[in-house]
């Protein structure tokens, strides 16, 4: 006759399996993008971040279930209320464990035109969108995460593996 686990040793199981699903998850970098909107009349659209005030160029995570280019149109919805007209190219992945200080996630850095109006959809993250022209994009000022290198990048015409 076998006994069942004690109470104890069921929780101290369930705990470990937790922990160990846990580690799995949080030892992985999370997916994501950041866009550089270019509207028509050639503005590169950026949007002012509620948590700390810096300029940042629009994006986020990717969902699950979702590819790349549905998470920037998705993203550049949310961010800006804007529309992705089409994808121009890829600029750069960006995945150094740094670059953002909440998780190790890796960016993929796209370029794009866009159309529409300024609506910010998700208020909780975005407190402004803003279009600048190149020569008055915030270079000067502390940008959210590594969007400052990122920007530099694509200004140069780089494409970047980091």
Do not use: C
């Amino acid at each position: 006759m076998t006994s069942s686990p004690s109470p104890i040793t069921s929780i101290r199981r369930s705990v470990q399996f937790v922990s160990t699903v846990l580690k799995i998850i949080f030892r992985h970098p999370i997916p994501g993008t950041t866009i550089i909107p270019i509207l028509p009349d050639g503005k590169i659209v950026m949007v002012r971040r509620q948590d700390t005030g810096e300029w940042s160029l629009p994006g986020g995570m990717v969902d699950w279930g979702e590819d790349i280019a549905t998470t920037v149109r998705r993203e550049l919805e949310e961010e800006t209320g804007l529309e992705l007209i089409k994808i121009r190219r890829l600029v750069g992945v960006y995945s150094s464990p740094e670059r953002d200080p909440r998780i190790h996630s890796i960016s993929v850095l796209i370029e794009a035109d866009v159309q529409g109006i300024f609506k910010v959809k998700d208020t909780l993250e975005i407190s402004e969108v803003r279009a600048f022209k190149r020569d008055e994009l915030p270079l000067d000022e502390s940008l959210s995460h590594d969007h400052k290198e990122q920007l530099q990048n694509y200004l140069q015409g780089k494409t970047i593996i980091a």
